[in-house]
């Protein structure tokens, strides 16, 4: 079984281009992920992984997803060869992202970003597929709450 997990932070503002022949969307991105030790008086130290999407997915995140987001990703890990200009053979390792969510809270200036997302979600049910809008914060007025 290969599946991959990972909470982290994007490192920076999502990749989005299209494949020549047949116009697919293709999301690249790092993603930022801490330990989850420290060793005494220092600082707890990150991990970068290399993450591919395709497909709405690559889409969705290039649209809500900016620098410094925090965000669980689901996938599978993926060994690529590959030859460099020069004729040397390299190889990388990329998490296939198949689904993300939503991870931080509703940041300043997100607002609009939310209520975009909401209006498109329902009329596209491959967005909502693909993105879950379930970590959005719940409105102050407590009212409603049977407790």
Do not use: W
């Amino acid at each position: 079984m290969n599946l991959v997990v990972l909470l982290g932070r994007t490192t920076k503002d999502i990749e989005l281009r299209y494949t020549q022949n047949s116009n697919l969307p293709v999301a690249r991105f790092t993603l930022a992920v801490n330990r989850p030790y420290a060793k005494d008086n220092e600082e707890r130290k990150a991990d970068f992984f290399n993450c591919v999407a395709f497909g709405t997915t690559a889409e969705n995140l290039a649209k809500y997803i900016s620098k410094g987001r925090q965000i669980l990703i689901e996938g599978h890990l993926q060994n690529n060869s590959y030859e460099k200009k020069d004729g040397t053979k390299s190889h990388s390792t990329d998490i296939i992202v198949n689904r993300f969510y939503f991870a931080d809270s509703k940041q300043s200036g997100q607002a609009n970003e939310q209520a975009n997302y909401q209006a498109q979600g329902q009329q596209s049910q491959t967005a909502t597929n693909d993105v879950d809008n379930s970590f959005f914060s719940l409105a102050d007025d407590d009212d409603d709450l049977p407790f």
